[in-house]
Protein backbone atom coordinates (compact mmCIF):
# COMPACT_ATOMS: atom_id res chain seq x y z
CA UNK A 1 0.00 0.00 0.00
CA UNK A 2 1.88 3.14 -1.16
CA UNK A 3 0.61 6.45 -0.32
CA UNK A 4 1.29 10.01 -1.98
CA UNK A 5 0.98 13.07 0.26
CA UNK A 6 1.43 16.12 -1.76
CA UNK A 7 1.73 19.83 -0.37
CA UNK A 8 3.34 17.53 2.59
CA UNK A 9 5.21 20.13 4.04
CA UNK A 10 2.27 22.34 4.52
CA UNK A 11 0.29 22.57 7.29
CA UNK A 12 -2.39 20.30 6.81
CA UNK A 13 0.50 18.07 5.17
CA UNK A 14 2.47 17.56 8.30
CA UNK A 15 -0.34 17.20 10.52
CA UNK A 16 -1.42 14.20 8.08
CA UNK A 17 1.45 12.97 7.69
CA UNK A 18 2.77 12.60 11.15
CA UNK A 19 -0.82 10.91 11.76
CA UNK A 20 -0.17 8.83 9.14
CA UNK A 21 3.15 7.88 10.25
CA UNK A 22 1.38 7.06 13.85
CA UNK A 23 -0.75 4.72 12.50
CA UNK A 24 0.08 0.71 12.79
CA UNK A 25 2.12 0.21 10.04
CA UNK A 26 1.80 -3.21 7.75
CA UNK A 27 4.76 -4.62 6.28
CA UNK A 28 3.70 -3.52 2.70
CA UNK A 29 3.38 0.40 3.76
CA UNK A 30 5.24 2.72 1.90
CA UNK A 31 4.65 6.54 1.87
CA UNK A 32 5.84 9.55 -0.59
CA UNK A 33 5.66 12.99 0.84
CA UNK A 34 6.23 16.00 -1.55
CA UNK A 35 6.61 19.02 -1.23
CA UNK A 36 8.59 22.39 -2.64
CA UNK A 37 10.04 22.30 0.96
CA UNK A 38 10.20 20.00 3.67
CA UNK A 39 11.42 19.16 7.38
CA UNK A 40 13.58 16.83 7.87
CA UNK A 41 12.08 13.21 8.87
CA UNK A 42 13.43 10.39 11.27
CA UNK A 43 15.40 7.36 8.63
CA UNK A 44 12.49 4.73 7.83
CA UNK A 45 13.15 2.43 5.31
CA UNK A 46 9.62 3.01 4.27
CA UNK A 47 9.19 6.53 4.00
CA UNK A 48 10.69 8.60 0.98
CA UNK A 49 10.75 12.28 1.17
CA UNK A 50 10.85 14.55 -2.11
CA UNK A 51 11.58 18.31 -2.61
CA UNK A 52 9.47 18.63 -5.74
CA UNK A 53 6.71 21.22 -6.95
CA UNK A 54 5.83 18.35 -9.07
CA UNK A 55 5.94 20.59 -12.29
CA UNK A 56 7.86 18.16 -14.53
CA UNK A 57 5.19 16.12 -16.00
CA UNK A 58 7.27 12.61 -16.17
CA UNK A 59 8.44 13.15 -12.33
CA UNK A 60 4.99 13.29 -11.16
CA UNK A 61 3.90 10.55 -13.68
CA UNK A 62 6.25 8.55 -11.91
CA UNK A 63 5.15 9.35 -8.58
CA UNK A 64 1.71 9.03 -8.78
CA UNK A 65 1.35 5.79 -10.92
CA UNK A 66 2.37 3.93 -8.40
CA UNK A 67 0.36 5.54 -5.58
CA UNK A 68 -2.40 3.27 -4.29
CA UNK A 69 -3.89 6.21 -1.93
CA UNK A 70 -3.06 10.16 -3.38
CA UNK A 71 -3.82 13.09 -0.79
CA UNK A 72 -3.81 15.72 -2.81
CA UNK A 73 -3.11 19.05 -0.72
CA UNK A 74 -0.50 20.84 -2.77
CA UNK A 75 -1.64 24.82 -3.27
CA UNK A 76 -1.31 28.57 -3.55
CA UNK A 77 -3.29 29.72 -1.22
CA UNK A 78 -6.24 32.10 -2.01
CA UNK A 79 -4.77 35.62 -1.31
CA UNK A 80 -1.41 34.80 -3.19
CA UNK A 81 -3.95 33.12 -6.08
CA UNK A 82 -5.95 36.54 -6.21
CA UNK A 83 -2.58 38.59 -6.69
CA UNK A 84 -1.22 35.83 -8.62
CA UNK A 85 -3.20 34.31 -11.40
CA UNK A 86 -0.76 32.80 -13.69
CA UNK A 87 0.30 30.67 -10.39
CA UNK A 88 -2.51 29.62 -9.53
CA UNK A 89 -3.34 28.06 -12.66
CA UNK A 90 -0.05 26.40 -13.06
CA UNK A 91 -0.14 25.03 -9.21
CA UNK A 92 -3.84 24.90 -8.26
CA UNK A 93 -5.05 24.01 -11.51
CA UNK A 94 -2.90 22.64 -14.13
CA UNK A 95 -0.64 20.46 -11.47
CA UNK A 96 -3.86 19.00 -9.69
CA UNK A 97 -5.14 17.87 -13.20
CA UNK A 98 -2.04 16.59 -14.12
CA UNK A 99 -2.25 14.52 -10.82
CA UNK A 100 -5.27 13.29 -11.33
CA UNK A 101 -4.91 12.03 -14.88
CA UNK A 102 -1.50 11.06 -13.81
CA UNK A 103 -3.41 8.50 -11.25
CA UNK A 104 -5.96 7.46 -14.24
CA UNK A 105 -3.45 5.77 -16.04
CA UNK A 106 -3.07 3.22 -13.63
CA UNK A 107 -4.78 -0.24 -13.94
CA UNK A 108 -6.39 0.16 -10.61
CA UNK A 109 -8.01 3.32 -9.79
CA UNK A 110 -6.23 4.58 -6.97
CA UNK A 111 -8.56 6.59 -4.13
CA UNK A 112 -7.54 10.33 -4.36
CA UNK A 113 -8.39 12.26 -1.61
CA UNK A 114 -8.26 16.41 -2.66
CA UNK A 115 -8.53 19.20 -0.81
CA UNK A 116 -11.12 21.28 -1.58
CA UNK A 117 -12.27 24.02 0.04
CA UNK A 118 -15.69 25.93 1.01
CA UNK A 119 -13.99 29.01 -1.55
CA UNK A 120 -16.14 26.89 -4.43
CA UNK A 121 -19.16 28.94 -3.04
CA UNK A 122 -18.07 32.19 -3.58
CA UNK A 123 -20.19 35.56 -2.09
CA UNK A 124 -23.30 33.52 -2.21
CA UNK A 125 -25.46 34.12 0.71
CA UNK A 126 -28.50 32.22 0.47
CA UNK A 127 -30.67 31.72 3.79
CA UNK A 128 -28.64 28.39 4.57
CA UNK A 129 -25.90 25.79 1.79
CA UNK A 130 -27.06 22.29 1.49
CA UNK A 131 -25.59 19.50 -1.25
CA UNK A 132 -27.74 21.54 -3.77
CA UNK A 133 -26.72 24.95 -3.56
CA UNK A 134 -24.97 25.51 -6.59
CA UNK A 135 -21.20 26.69 -6.22
CA UNK A 136 -20.51 30.26 -7.41
CA UNK A 137 -16.69 31.27 -6.63
CA UNK A 138 -15.62 34.46 -6.16
CA UNK A 139 -11.91 34.18 -5.73
CA UNK A 140 -10.04 32.49 -9.00
CA UNK A 141 -8.50 30.41 -5.84
CA UNK A 142 -12.45 28.97 -5.45
CA UNK A 143 -12.67 28.61 -9.61
CA UNK A 144 -9.59 26.43 -9.63
CA UNK A 145 -10.75 24.08 -7.28
CA UNK A 146 -14.23 23.57 -8.55
CA UNK A 147 -12.36 23.32 -11.61
CA UNK A 148 -10.46 20.37 -10.04
CA UNK A 149 -13.33 19.44 -8.71
CA UNK A 150 -15.49 18.91 -11.94
CA UNK A 151 -12.16 17.22 -13.11
CA UNK A 152 -12.36 14.61 -10.04
CA UNK A 153 -15.79 13.74 -10.58
CA UNK A 154 -15.63 12.93 -14.02
CA UNK A 155 -12.32 10.66 -13.70
CA UNK A 156 -14.46 9.18 -11.13
CA UNK A 157 -17.38 8.49 -13.36
CA UNK A 158 -14.83 7.19 -15.86
CA UNK A 159 -13.99 4.76 -13.33
CA UNK A 160 -10.19 5.45 -13.58
CA UNK A 161 -10.03 6.84 -10.21
CA UNK A 162 -11.97 6.93 -7.09
CA UNK A 163 -11.74 10.54 -6.32
CA UNK A 164 -13.26 12.33 -3.25
CA UNK A 165 -12.94 16.08 -2.82
CA UNK A 166 -13.38 17.44 0.82
CA UNK A 167 -14.48 21.06 0.87
CA UNK A 168 -12.40 22.27 3.99
CA UNK A 169 -13.75 25.52 5.70
CA UNK A 170 -11.19 28.22 7.86
CA UNK A 171 -8.73 26.05 9.31
CA UNK A 172 -7.15 26.85 12.39
CA UNK A 173 -5.00 27.26 14.16
CA UNK A 174 -1.80 27.91 11.69
CA UNK A 175 1.68 28.66 12.92
CA UNK A 176 2.75 31.76 11.98
CA UNK A 177 1.40 34.99 9.91
CA UNK A 178 -0.41 32.71 7.39
CA UNK A 179 1.35 34.95 4.44
CA UNK A 180 -1.14 34.59 1.18
CA UNK A 181 -4.12 33.49 3.03
CA UNK A 182 -7.17 35.68 3.20
CA UNK A 183 -8.91 33.99 6.42
CA UNK A 184 -5.77 33.92 8.58
CA UNK A 185 -7.17 36.53 10.57
CA UNK A 186 -9.30 33.27 12.67
CA UNK A 187 -5.59 31.85 13.39
CA UNK A 188 -3.98 34.65 14.16
CA UNK A 189 -7.17 35.34 16.83
CA UNK A 190 -5.31 32.26 18.34
CA UNK A 191 -1.70 33.68 18.32
CA UNK A 192 -2.89 36.94 19.85
CA UNK A 193 -4.97 35.15 23.03
CA UNK A 194 -2.21 32.94 23.29
CA UNK A 195 0.37 35.50 23.69
CA UNK A 196 -1.34 37.78 24.95
CA UNK A 197 -0.62 40.57 22.19
CA UNK A 198 -3.02 42.70 21.01
CA UNK A 199 -4.61 41.97 17.52
CA UNK A 200 -7.29 44.16 15.43
CA UNK A 201 -9.63 41.43 13.84
CA UNK A 202 -10.58 42.56 9.88
CA UNK A 203 -14.28 41.43 10.41
CA UNK A 204 -17.31 42.71 12.49
CA UNK A 205 -17.66 40.35 15.73
CA UNK A 206 -20.77 39.14 14.23
CA UNK A 207 -19.40 37.86 11.45
CA UNK A 208 -19.90 34.35 10.72
CA UNK A 209 -17.12 32.05 10.06
CA UNK A 210 -16.99 28.00 9.46
CA UNK A 211 -14.24 26.75 11.07
CA UNK A 212 -12.79 22.97 12.13
CA UNK A 213 -9.02 22.61 14.03
CA UNK A 214 -6.30 21.11 11.86
CA UNK A 215 -7.01 17.63 13.74
CA UNK A 216 -10.57 16.96 13.17
CA UNK A 217 -9.52 18.03 9.25
CA UNK A 218 -6.70 15.62 9.15
CA UNK A 219 -9.46 13.02 10.83
CA UNK A 220 -11.16 14.04 7.90
CA UNK A 221 -8.91 13.03 5.38
CA UNK A 222 -8.33 10.13 6.62
CA UNK A 223 -12.03 9.15 6.74
CA UNK A 224 -12.18 9.99 3.29
CA UNK A 225 -9.53 7.45 2.33
CA UNK A 226 -10.65 4.82 4.32
CA UNK A 227 -14.33 5.09 2.95
CA UNK A 228 -15.55 2.35 1.01
CA UNK A 229 -18.86 1.25 -0.46
CA UNK A 230 -19.37 4.67 -1.99
CA UNK A 231 -23.18 5.17 -2.30
CA UNK A 232 -24.40 5.51 -5.67
CA UNK A 233 -25.40 8.75 -6.43
CA UNK A 234 -23.16 10.73 -3.80
CA UNK A 235 -21.52 13.67 -5.21
CA UNK A 236 -17.74 13.39 -4.98
CA UNK A 237 -17.48 16.86 -3.65
CA UNK A 238 -18.40 16.96 -0.18
CA UNK A 239 -18.68 20.22 1.83
CA UNK A 240 -17.40 18.57 5.45
CA UNK A 241 -19.20 19.42 8.61
CA UNK A 242 -18.37 22.36 10.17
CA UNK A 243 -18.65 24.32 13.38
CA UNK A 244 -20.29 27.82 12.36
CA UNK A 245 -19.36 30.35 14.96
CA UNK A 246 -19.16 34.50 15.52
CA UNK A 247 -15.76 35.65 15.15
CA UNK A 248 -16.67 37.18 18.64
CA UNK A 249 -17.71 33.72 20.02
CA UNK A 250 -14.16 31.62 18.73
CA UNK A 251 -12.61 34.98 20.50
CA UNK A 252 -14.17 34.37 23.75
CA UNK A 253 -13.45 30.88 23.92
CA UNK A 254 -10.22 31.37 23.07
CA UNK A 255 -9.92 33.37 25.71
CA UNK A 256 -11.62 30.82 27.95
CA UNK A 257 -8.92 28.08 26.83
CA UNK A 258 -5.86 30.45 27.44
CA UNK A 259 -7.08 32.78 29.90
CA UNK A 260 -6.00 35.84 28.56
CA UNK A 261 -7.90 38.99 27.85
CA UNK A 262 -5.49 40.76 24.87
CA UNK A 263 -6.72 43.91 23.62
CA UNK A 264 -8.86 43.00 20.54
CA UNK A 265 -10.61 45.30 18.45
CA UNK A 266 -12.46 44.76 15.48
CA UNK A 267 -12.23 47.06 11.88
CA UNK A 268 -14.16 45.34 9.27
CA UNK A 269 -12.32 45.23 6.00
CA UNK A 270 -15.52 44.79 3.55
CA UNK A 271 -13.97 42.30 0.99
CA UNK A 272 -12.62 39.88 4.21
CA UNK A 273 -16.03 39.99 5.74
CA UNK A 274 -17.69 39.52 2.79
CA UNK A 275 -15.97 36.40 1.56
CA UNK A 276 -15.22 35.02 4.82
CA UNK A 277 -17.65 36.58 7.04
CA UNK A 278 -21.18 36.00 5.92
CA UNK A 279 -21.22 32.25 5.87
CA UNK A 280 -24.75 30.81 6.26
CA UNK A 281 -26.33 27.75 8.08
CA UNK A 282 -24.91 24.57 6.55
CA UNK A 283 -27.55 21.56 6.12
CA UNK A 284 -28.64 18.76 4.98
CA UNK A 285 -24.89 17.69 4.04
CA UNK A 286 -24.31 13.98 2.35
CA UNK A 287 -21.08 13.93 4.55
CA UNK A 288 -21.78 13.95 7.98
CA UNK A 289 -23.92 10.22 7.14
CA UNK A 290 -20.98 9.67 5.40
CA UNK A 291 -18.75 9.26 8.63
CA UNK A 292 -17.06 12.41 8.28
CA UNK A 293 -17.64 15.43 11.14
CA UNK A 294 -17.07 18.64 12.40
CA UNK A 295 -15.40 19.40 15.98
CA UNK A 296 -18.95 19.18 17.79
CA UNK A 297 -18.11 21.78 19.83
CA UNK A 298 -16.71 25.53 20.45
CA UNK A 299 -14.17 24.63 23.21
CA UNK A 300 -13.23 21.30 21.61
CA UNK A 301 -12.07 23.14 18.46
CA UNK A 302 -10.05 25.45 20.56
CA UNK A 303 -8.45 22.96 22.38
CA UNK A 304 -7.47 20.92 19.51
CA UNK A 305 -6.47 24.08 17.60
CA UNK A 306 -4.45 25.39 20.16
CA UNK A 307 -2.70 22.05 19.89
CA UNK A 308 -2.04 21.80 16.19
CA UNK A 309 -0.07 25.58 16.02
CA UNK A 310 1.82 24.29 19.50
CA UNK A 311 0.24 26.42 21.80
CA UNK A 312 -0.91 23.77 24.26
CA UNK A 313 1.64 24.48 26.87
CA UNK A 314 -0.48 28.58 26.32
CA UNK A 315 -3.78 26.58 27.79
CA UNK A 316 -5.20 27.01 31.53
CA UNK A 317 -5.04 24.32 33.68
CA UNK A 318 -8.52 22.19 33.08
CA UNK A 319 -9.33 23.92 30.08
CA UNK A 320 -9.03 20.91 27.79
CA UNK A 321 -12.13 20.79 26.19
CA UNK A 322 -11.98 17.48 25.39
CA UNK A 323 -15.50 16.65 23.87
CA UNK A 324 -17.61 13.55 23.99
CA UNK A 325 -16.75 13.13 20.37
CA UNK A 326 -13.03 11.90 20.75
CA UNK B 1 -13.88 46.19 -34.56
CA UNK B 2 -12.36 42.59 -35.03
CA UNK B 3 -14.37 39.80 -34.75
CA UNK B 4 -12.75 36.45 -34.37
CA UNK B 5 -14.69 32.95 -35.21
CA UNK B 6 -13.22 29.81 -33.34
CA UNK B 7 -14.86 26.76 -34.74
CA UNK B 8 -15.82 28.36 -37.87
CA UNK B 9 -16.11 25.37 -40.27
CA UNK B 10 -18.70 23.99 -38.11
CA UNK B 11 -22.56 23.76 -38.27
CA UNK B 12 -22.94 26.34 -35.86
CA UNK B 13 -20.03 27.94 -36.83
CA UNK B 14 -20.54 28.49 -40.73
CA UNK B 15 -24.11 29.69 -40.16
CA UNK B 16 -22.72 32.26 -37.69
CA UNK B 17 -20.07 33.65 -40.51
CA UNK B 18 -22.38 33.98 -42.91
CA UNK B 19 -24.80 35.90 -40.91
CA UNK B 20 -21.66 38.01 -39.64
CA UNK B 21 -20.63 39.18 -43.33
CA UNK B 22 -24.47 39.65 -44.20
CA UNK B 23 -24.51 42.52 -41.84
CA UNK B 24 -23.99 45.65 -42.72
CA UNK B 25 -20.20 46.21 -42.57
CA UNK B 26 -18.65 49.50 -41.33
CA UNK B 27 -15.30 50.48 -42.51
CA UNK B 28 -13.11 48.88 -39.58
CA UNK B 29 -15.08 45.31 -39.56
CA UNK B 30 -12.62 42.69 -40.01
CA UNK B 31 -13.36 38.82 -39.57
CA UNK B 32 -10.64 35.86 -38.70
CA UNK B 33 -12.60 32.51 -38.90
CA UNK B 34 -10.58 29.62 -37.60
CA UNK B 35 -11.00 26.14 -37.75
CA UNK B 36 -9.33 22.97 -38.85
CA UNK B 37 -10.86 22.81 -41.90
CA UNK B 38 -13.19 25.85 -43.52
CA UNK B 39 -14.94 25.73 -46.82
CA UNK B 40 -13.44 28.46 -49.26
CA UNK B 41 -15.35 32.37 -49.02
CA UNK B 42 -15.70 35.09 -51.62
CA UNK B 43 -12.25 37.07 -51.27
CA UNK B 44 -13.39 39.86 -48.65
CA UNK B 45 -10.05 42.16 -47.92
CA UNK B 46 -11.55 42.06 -44.46
CA UNK B 47 -12.27 38.72 -43.87
CA UNK B 48 -9.11 36.13 -42.96
CA UNK B 49 -9.67 32.68 -43.14
CA UNK B 50 -7.33 30.43 -41.03
CA UNK B 51 -6.89 26.42 -41.17
CA UNK B 52 -5.58 25.88 -37.57
CA UNK B 53 -6.55 23.82 -34.66
CA UNK B 54 -5.24 26.47 -31.89
CA UNK B 55 -2.78 23.98 -30.56
CA UNK B 56 0.12 26.30 -31.24
CA UNK B 57 0.33 28.85 -28.19
CA UNK B 58 2.37 31.41 -30.02
CA UNK B 59 -0.14 31.33 -33.08
CA UNK B 60 -3.23 31.43 -30.80
CA UNK B 61 -2.31 34.40 -28.76
CA UNK B 62 -1.00 36.72 -31.76
CA UNK B 63 -4.84 35.77 -33.28
CA UNK B 64 -7.02 35.90 -30.08
CA UNK B 65 -5.14 39.25 -28.57
CA UNK B 66 -6.13 41.66 -31.47
CA UNK B 67 -10.25 40.60 -31.29
CA UNK B 68 -12.63 42.37 -29.87
CA UNK B 69 -14.99 39.79 -30.20
CA UNK B 70 -14.47 36.56 -29.81
CA UNK B 71 -16.59 33.37 -30.66
CA UNK B 72 -15.25 30.18 -29.15
CA UNK B 73 -16.78 27.70 -30.85
CA UNK B 74 -14.18 25.30 -31.56
CA UNK B 75 -15.06 21.71 -29.66
CA UNK B 76 -14.88 18.11 -30.15
CA UNK B 77 -18.25 16.99 -29.59
CA UNK B 78 -19.54 14.48 -27.02
CA UNK B 79 -19.44 11.19 -28.40
CA UNK B 80 -15.78 11.55 -29.19
CA UNK B 81 -15.16 13.26 -25.81
CA UNK B 82 -16.34 10.02 -24.50
CA UNK B 83 -14.16 7.84 -26.51
CA UNK B 84 -11.17 9.95 -26.55
CA UNK B 85 -10.32 11.49 -23.06
CA UNK B 86 -7.32 13.17 -24.17
CA UNK B 87 -8.67 14.72 -26.72
CA UNK B 88 -11.78 16.54 -25.14
CA UNK B 89 -9.00 17.56 -22.97
CA UNK B 90 -6.83 19.11 -25.37
CA UNK B 91 -9.53 20.81 -27.76
CA UNK B 92 -12.77 21.09 -25.24
CA UNK B 93 -10.67 22.43 -22.05
CA UNK B 94 -6.68 23.35 -22.80
CA UNK B 95 -7.19 25.20 -26.12
CA UNK B 96 -10.60 26.82 -24.86
CA UNK B 97 -8.78 27.67 -21.58
CA UNK B 98 -5.64 29.60 -24.00
CA UNK B 99 -8.21 31.05 -26.24
CA UNK B 100 -9.68 32.80 -22.76
CA UNK B 101 -6.38 33.82 -21.15
CA UNK B 102 -5.00 35.00 -24.67
CA UNK B 103 -8.10 36.90 -24.77
CA UNK B 104 -7.09 38.18 -21.00
CA UNK B 105 -3.78 39.68 -22.01
CA UNK B 106 -5.58 42.63 -23.92
CA UNK B 107 -5.92 45.84 -22.39
CA UNK B 108 -9.65 46.65 -23.07
CA UNK B 109 -11.34 43.53 -22.55
CA UNK B 110 -13.21 41.84 -25.13
CA UNK B 111 -16.30 40.36 -25.13
CA UNK B 112 -16.01 36.71 -25.46
CA UNK B 113 -19.37 34.39 -26.43
CA UNK B 114 -18.30 30.54 -25.34
CA UNK B 115 -20.62 27.82 -26.58
CA UNK B 116 -21.46 26.10 -23.72
CA UNK B 117 -23.74 23.57 -23.12
CA UNK B 118 -26.92 22.07 -21.93
CA UNK B 119 -24.44 18.95 -21.23
CA UNK B 120 -23.16 20.73 -17.93
CA UNK B 121 -26.26 19.35 -16.41
CA UNK B 122 -25.76 15.67 -16.89
CA UNK B 123 -28.41 13.27 -16.02
CA UNK B 124 -29.55 15.38 -12.66
CA UNK B 125 -33.38 15.01 -13.32
CA UNK B 126 -35.01 17.40 -10.78
CA UNK B 127 -38.68 18.51 -11.59
CA UNK B 128 -37.36 21.12 -13.12
CA UNK B 129 -34.11 23.17 -14.14
CA UNK B 130 -33.61 26.52 -13.16
CA UNK B 131 -30.49 28.98 -12.79
CA UNK B 132 -30.10 27.29 -9.31
CA UNK B 133 -29.87 24.28 -10.23
CA UNK B 134 -26.43 23.31 -9.52
CA UNK B 135 -24.36 21.37 -12.65
CA UNK B 136 -23.30 18.31 -12.17
CA UNK B 137 -22.20 16.75 -15.99
CA UNK B 138 -22.44 13.42 -16.73
CA UNK B 139 -20.42 13.01 -19.79
CA UNK B 140 -16.55 13.97 -20.05
CA UNK B 141 -17.83 16.74 -22.87
CA UNK B 142 -19.80 18.75 -20.19
CA UNK B 143 -17.24 18.40 -17.48
CA UNK B 144 -14.96 20.19 -19.47
CA UNK B 145 -17.93 22.53 -20.96
CA UNK B 146 -18.42 23.32 -16.99
CA UNK B 147 -15.03 24.31 -16.08
CA UNK B 148 -14.55 26.26 -19.09
CA UNK B 149 -17.68 28.26 -17.84
CA UNK B 150 -16.28 29.00 -14.66
CA UNK B 151 -12.87 29.71 -15.73
CA UNK B 152 -14.79 32.13 -17.71
CA UNK B 153 -16.64 33.62 -15.08
CA UNK B 154 -13.49 34.09 -13.35
CA UNK B 155 -11.77 36.23 -15.69
CA UNK B 156 -15.25 38.33 -16.43
CA UNK B 157 -15.01 38.96 -12.40
CA UNK B 158 -11.79 39.64 -12.47
CA UNK B 159 -12.19 42.43 -15.47
CA UNK B 160 -9.94 40.90 -17.53
CA UNK B 161 -12.27 39.62 -20.41
CA UNK B 162 -16.12 40.59 -20.75
CA UNK B 163 -17.44 36.61 -21.07
CA UNK B 164 -20.63 35.14 -21.65
CA UNK B 165 -21.12 31.54 -21.85
CA UNK B 166 -24.83 30.28 -23.36
CA UNK B 167 -25.40 26.52 -22.89
CA UNK B 168 -26.87 25.12 -26.31
CA UNK B 169 -29.60 22.99 -26.25
CA UNK B 170 -29.94 19.97 -28.91
CA UNK B 171 -29.49 21.82 -32.06
CA UNK B 172 -31.63 21.09 -35.29
CA UNK B 173 -30.74 20.22 -38.44
CA UNK B 174 -27.15 19.19 -38.64
CA UNK B 175 -26.59 17.77 -41.93
CA UNK B 176 -24.86 14.69 -42.22
CA UNK B 177 -24.55 11.56 -39.60
CA UNK B 178 -23.51 13.66 -37.04
CA UNK B 179 -20.57 11.75 -36.17
CA UNK B 180 -19.09 11.50 -32.68
CA UNK B 181 -22.13 13.77 -31.87
CA UNK B 182 -24.45 11.51 -29.71
CA UNK B 183 -27.64 13.72 -29.76
CA UNK B 184 -28.00 13.36 -33.65
CA UNK B 185 -30.73 11.81 -33.59
CA UNK B 186 -32.64 14.44 -33.56
CA UNK B 187 -31.16 15.85 -36.75
CA UNK B 188 -31.90 12.53 -38.09
CA UNK B 189 -34.95 12.79 -37.94
CA UNK B 190 -35.08 15.68 -39.89
CA UNK B 191 -33.32 14.02 -42.78
CA UNK B 192 -35.27 10.56 -42.31
CA UNK B 193 -38.74 13.17 -43.08
CA UNK B 194 -36.91 14.90 -45.64
CA UNK B 195 -36.09 11.97 -47.96
CA UNK B 196 -38.62 9.61 -46.78
CA UNK B 197 -36.14 7.25 -45.62
CA UNK B 198 -36.85 4.72 -42.54
CA UNK B 199 -35.23 5.60 -39.40
CA UNK B 200 -34.72 4.15 -35.98
CA UNK B 201 -35.02 6.15 -33.21
CA UNK B 202 -32.87 5.75 -30.18
CA UNK B 203 -35.74 7.00 -27.59
CA UNK B 204 -38.77 6.18 -26.96
CA UNK B 205 -41.84 8.96 -28.66
CA UNK B 206 -42.27 10.40 -25.05
CA UNK B 207 -38.48 11.24 -24.52
CA UNK B 208 -38.79 14.92 -23.54
CA UNK B 209 -36.00 17.07 -25.26
CA UNK B 210 -34.32 20.65 -25.58
CA UNK B 211 -34.22 21.48 -28.55
CA UNK B 212 -33.33 24.75 -30.73
CA UNK B 213 -33.13 25.58 -34.96
CA UNK B 214 -29.55 26.42 -35.99
CA UNK B 215 -30.83 29.63 -37.04
CA UNK B 216 -32.47 30.82 -33.48
CA UNK B 217 -29.00 29.25 -32.07
CA UNK B 218 -26.79 32.04 -34.17
CA UNK B 219 -29.46 35.16 -33.18
CA UNK B 220 -28.71 33.87 -29.75
CA UNK B 221 -24.93 34.22 -30.08
CA UNK B 222 -25.16 37.46 -32.47
CA UNK B 223 -27.66 38.64 -29.30
CA UNK B 224 -24.87 37.82 -26.57
CA UNK B 225 -22.43 39.73 -28.34
CA UNK B 226 -24.27 42.48 -28.69
CA UNK B 227 -25.57 42.59 -24.83
CA UNK B 228 -24.30 45.75 -22.82
CA UNK B 229 -25.16 46.81 -19.42
CA UNK B 230 -24.47 43.71 -18.07
CA UNK B 231 -26.14 43.70 -14.59
CA UNK B 232 -24.52 43.19 -11.81
CA UNK B 233 -25.14 39.42 -10.21
CA UNK B 234 -25.83 38.30 -13.36
CA UNK B 235 -24.19 34.65 -13.79
CA UNK B 236 -22.20 34.14 -16.44
CA UNK B 237 -23.31 31.62 -18.14
CA UNK B 238 -26.34 31.29 -19.42
CA UNK B 239 -28.98 27.97 -20.24
CA UNK B 240 -30.82 29.55 -23.15
CA UNK B 241 -34.63 29.28 -23.44
CA UNK B 242 -35.40 26.16 -25.38
CA UNK B 243 -38.42 24.48 -26.95
CA UNK B 244 -38.85 21.37 -24.59
CA UNK B 245 -41.25 19.07 -26.94
CA UNK B 246 -41.22 15.20 -26.94
CA UNK B 247 -39.47 13.35 -29.50
CA UNK B 248 -42.88 12.43 -30.73
CA UNK B 249 -43.98 16.03 -31.21
CA UNK B 250 -40.99 16.75 -33.20
CA UNK B 251 -41.02 13.88 -35.74
CA UNK B 252 -44.63 14.53 -35.91
CA UNK B 253 -44.02 18.90 -36.44
CA UNK B 254 -40.94 17.48 -39.56
CA UNK B 255 -43.76 15.40 -41.21
CA UNK B 256 -46.25 17.72 -41.43
CA UNK B 257 -43.71 20.29 -42.72
CA UNK B 258 -42.63 18.05 -45.36
CA UNK B 259 -45.68 16.11 -45.37
CA UNK B 260 -44.02 12.17 -45.79
CA UNK B 261 -44.36 9.48 -43.43
CA UNK B 262 -41.49 7.58 -43.34
CA UNK B 263 -41.15 4.18 -41.61
CA UNK B 264 -40.06 5.93 -38.30
CA UNK B 265 -39.81 3.33 -34.98
CA UNK B 266 -38.59 3.46 -31.54
CA UNK B 267 -35.84 1.39 -29.94
CA UNK B 268 -34.59 3.49 -26.69
CA UNK B 269 -31.05 3.35 -25.79
CA UNK B 270 -31.44 3.70 -22.15
CA UNK B 271 -28.32 5.22 -22.03
CA UNK B 272 -29.26 7.96 -24.80
CA UNK B 273 -32.68 7.97 -23.75
CA UNK B 274 -31.25 9.18 -20.00
CA UNK B 275 -28.36 11.59 -21.33
CA UNK B 276 -30.57 13.62 -23.79
CA UNK B 277 -34.52 12.08 -23.15
CA UNK B 278 -35.43 13.13 -19.76
CA UNK B 279 -35.27 17.03 -19.67
CA UNK B 280 -37.47 18.44 -17.27
CA UNK B 281 -39.17 21.60 -17.79
CA UNK B 282 -36.81 25.05 -17.98
CA UNK B 283 -38.19 27.72 -15.66
CA UNK B 284 -37.21 30.93 -14.42
CA UNK B 285 -34.22 31.21 -16.15
CA UNK B 286 -32.14 35.02 -16.64
CA UNK B 287 -31.69 34.22 -20.07
CA UNK B 288 -35.15 35.19 -21.43
CA UNK B 289 -35.04 38.75 -19.44
CA UNK B 290 -32.37 39.76 -21.13
CA UNK B 291 -33.67 38.93 -24.70
CA UNK B 292 -32.15 35.62 -25.34
CA UNK B 293 -35.15 33.38 -27.24
CA UNK B 294 -36.28 30.05 -28.42
CA UNK B 295 -37.81 29.28 -31.33
CA UNK B 296 -41.24 30.27 -29.96
CA UNK B 297 -43.08 27.58 -31.75
CA UNK B 298 -42.45 23.64 -32.95
CA UNK B 299 -43.52 24.76 -36.71
CA UNK B 300 -41.22 27.75 -36.88
CA UNK B 301 -38.71 25.38 -35.03
CA UNK B 302 -38.97 22.93 -37.47
CA UNK B 303 -38.79 25.19 -40.86
CA UNK B 304 -35.72 26.89 -39.09
CA UNK B 305 -34.26 23.90 -39.19
CA UNK B 306 -35.03 22.60 -42.54
CA UNK B 307 -33.65 25.69 -43.98
CA UNK B 308 -30.57 25.33 -41.93
CA UNK B 309 -30.03 21.97 -42.94
CA UNK B 310 -30.63 22.58 -46.64
CA UNK B 311 -33.49 20.92 -46.96
CA UNK B 312 -36.38 24.19 -47.11
CA UNK B 313 -37.12 22.53 -50.83
CA UNK B 314 -38.70 19.39 -49.00
CA UNK B 315 -41.23 21.62 -47.26
CA UNK B 316 -44.47 21.58 -48.37
CA UNK B 317 -46.09 24.87 -50.07
CA UNK B 318 -47.50 26.91 -47.51
CA UNK B 319 -45.81 24.98 -44.27
CA UNK B 320 -43.23 27.97 -43.81
CA UNK B 321 -43.48 27.34 -39.90
CA UNK B 322 -42.67 31.59 -39.80
CA UNK B 323 -44.06 32.75 -36.16
CA UNK B 324 -44.88 35.60 -34.79
CA UNK B 325 -41.23 35.68 -33.02
CA UNK B 326 -39.59 36.68 -36.35
Keep these: MHTLVTGAGGFIGTLLCDRLLARTQSSDSRYTFVDRG ?9 VRVLQSDLASGAELADIVQSADV ?40 ARVIYASSIAV ?14 PRPSLTYGAHKLMVETALADLS ?46 TSPDATVWVMSADRAVDNLLHGAQCSGWPAGTPRALTLPVM ?83
Tied chains: 1, 2.
Design 244 to 326: RVTVGELAAAVGRAVGTEPPITYEPDPDIEAQFGRLPRLTGCAAGTLGFASDGTIDALVARALAAAGLSGCMRAGATGRAPLE
Design 157 to 202: RRGRIDGLALRLPGIVARPGSGEGLRSAFMSNLFHAYAHGRPYTVP
Design 38 to 46: LRARPDATN
Design 121 to 134: YGLATPDEVDDDTP
Design 70 to 109: VYHLAAVPGGASESDYALSRRVNLDVALAVLEASAARTRP
